[in-house]
Every structure is written in structure tokens, then in C-alpha cells.
């Protein structure tokens, strides 16, 4: 488990709708942060069904939702859960905070 925030970009790289993504400095987790109506949220940037990089899909502002653009599974990018097939497990969520000028996430698992 990771105790050290990974820096993600300046605040003002990651405005409403947009994304940015990076890895954990300690356990190299991809991560993808997303900007949703201005509250940000952090995934482990890997889709659950094959392990594609879900910072590469779409993201459904109205349903808060991002979609892999591999298979066209859909997680709730507030709690990662998955929303339809062919993924069905969850995708980890990151804790994610703003300090200093910019967005720091972490991978928090043990
Ligand atoms: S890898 Fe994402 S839906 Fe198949």
C-alpha cells in the first residue's frame, strides 16, 4: 500500500470533462483522474474486463459514466463500479485530493 500522493498534473489541466492520467510513484498503478461537473474522481486506469486503458474511452458527463472503447463496457466514474457487460467486476478507486496547485491520487490498496 501506498502512503505517498502521486502528482497528476497543475488544477488548471484538468478542467469540467476532461481527464488526465498517471502512474503511482510507488506501486506504478495507472491512474485516471477525471474532472466530472468540477468533483474529481480517481480510477485505476485499466478496464476490468481485458485491462484496457479506460482514460482512452468517453466519458458520459450525464451519467457519469466512462466508456472502453475496446468492448464498450461502462463504469460509474464515481465508485468504479461496473455498469454493463462485458466487464462486471469493479475498477479500484483511488483517493484523490488537491493541494499545492495540483491534483495528487494514490494507489491506497494493500
Ligand atoms: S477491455 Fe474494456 S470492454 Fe473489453
Known amino acids: 500500500m501506498s502512503d505517498t500522493w502521486t502528482f497528476v498534473c497543475a ?3 484538468l478542467l469540467p470533462g476532461e481527464k488526465k492520467t498517471a502512474f ?7 491512474i485516471v483522474v477525471f474532472n466530472l461537473d468540477g468533483t474529481l474522481y480517481a480510477l485505476e486506469d485499466k478496464c476490468t474486463h481485458e485491462d484496457f486503458e479506460l482514460s482512452a474511452g468517453q466519458v458520459d458527463a450525464a451519467e457519469g459514466s466512462v466508456e472502453c472503447v475496446l468492448h464498450g463496457a461502462r463504469f460509474d466514474i464515481r465508485d468504479g463500479r461496473a455498469l454493463c457487460a462485458p466487464a462486471y467486476e469493479p475498477v479500484a478507486r483511488f483517493p484523490v485530493r488537491i493541494a499545492d496547485g495540483g491534483v495528487w491520487a494514490r494507489d491506497d490498496r494493500d
Do not use: L
Open 11 to 13: 488544477t488548471g489541466e
Open 24 to 30: 503511482d510513484d510507488v506501486t506504478g498503478a495507472p
